[in-house]
């Protein structure tokens, strides 16, 4: 499990350089089997180190490094309980947070949110380190990628832990985005028929996918 620390660590750092991680507010982790490896409580996620990652079973107990996990141990593991995530990312970033203190739901401003799912939902609020918040999480992550947290953040999940730190980046880009439009006046939401058509012309042309030229 030690790549797996080094990785989390790492990716720790990643979002903290991109101003999504503050100071202690967040966490992050990654699955491998019926291991967990996740940041420790009060851990400056900015200076992470390996040292301050611990490998958790899947019910919680530590089994790997010396410092107690972050609060939101449940919210990670009932993420991992609901389907085939490889890693998770709770972030506390300021335009995803404002969003979750505003709004109910994230529309569809721009094309690139359906890689995230479609509409982002915002989970009612909670305490943080609570069984009612990880309620809330798993339920508006339920056919997506990322959710907001009302009053509080967001959370991200992925195939890998690369993928969850890439929709962490997309998500926090998406809510700025949506911030800049409506200072302009009332943004224009992509319509269903508008959203299906960018899906069958990703499907077509291989969207995202690097390409070489025709031989």
């Not at 949110?113 to 918040?133: C, M, N």
């Amino acid at each position: 499990m030690t790549d797996l620390r080094h990785a989390v660590a790492a990716a720790s750092r990643q979002l903290a350089d991109a101003g999504l991680l503050v100071g202690t507010a967040g966490n992050v982790s990654a699955r491998a089997g019926d291991r967990v490896a996740i940041t420790a409580t009060g851990v400056r996620l900015g200076s992470c180190t390996p040292d301050e990652v611990s490998v958790v079973s899947l019910d919680g107990t530590v089994v790997d490094g010396t410092l107690a996990p972050t609060s939101e141990l449940s919210l990670h593991l009932g993420v991992y309980a609901d389907g085939p995530a490889a890693a998770v990312v709770h972030t506390h970033a300021p335009f995803a947070t404002a969003v979750a203190c505003v709004l109910d739901a994230l529309p569809v401003l721009h094309y690139q949110q359906l890689a995230l799912g479609g509409e982002i939902r915002v989970a009612p609020y909670a305490t943080f380190g609570t069984g009612e918040l990880a309620t809330h999480v798993r339920t508006a992550l339920e056919g997506r990628s990322a959710a907001l947290l009302a009053n509080h953040g967001s959370v991200t999940l992925g195939g890998s832990l690369e993928a969850a730190v890439e929709n962490a980046l997309l998500l926090e880009w998406l809510c700025q985005l949506h911030h800049r439009a409506s200072a302009l006046g009332t943004p224009r939401v992509l319509t269903e028929e508008q959203q299906l058509d960018v899906i069958r012309a990703a499907i077509e042309r291989g969207y995202g996918t690097v390409k070489g030229l025709p031989a």
